[in-house]
């Protein structure tokens, strides 16, 4: 069994950073696709960003200039570096993991940006 675990969200004024953290532990060692969605209260859950096996990354349009995705292989762990946060950015983020068609999903961490 796969399991995800994620830390580094908390609360922070509009303008700072935050780096999000995922460890994957189990029995699967490379996923073709580790990403970062989040869930704001009363909306879907979005794609945030994704990052291939390959390393190649993709990110939702609103947070491209100011978002970073990076994996370390050795370590199994995914990150999202968040800079310039801003109050739209308050959500639960998830982080996930893909091979083929399965995926699995960690529990989730708040983040909130407010002043």
Known sequence: QVQ????????VQPGESLR???VASGKIFVFDVMGWYRQAPGKQRELVATVTSGGSTNYLDSVKDRFTISKDHFKRTVYLQMNSLEPVDTAVYYCNARIAAMEWWGQGTQ???SS
């Open 4 to 11: 995800l675990v994620e830390s580094g969200g908390g609360l």
């Open 20 to 22: 999000l953290s995922c």
């Open 111 to 113: 983040v909130t940006v």
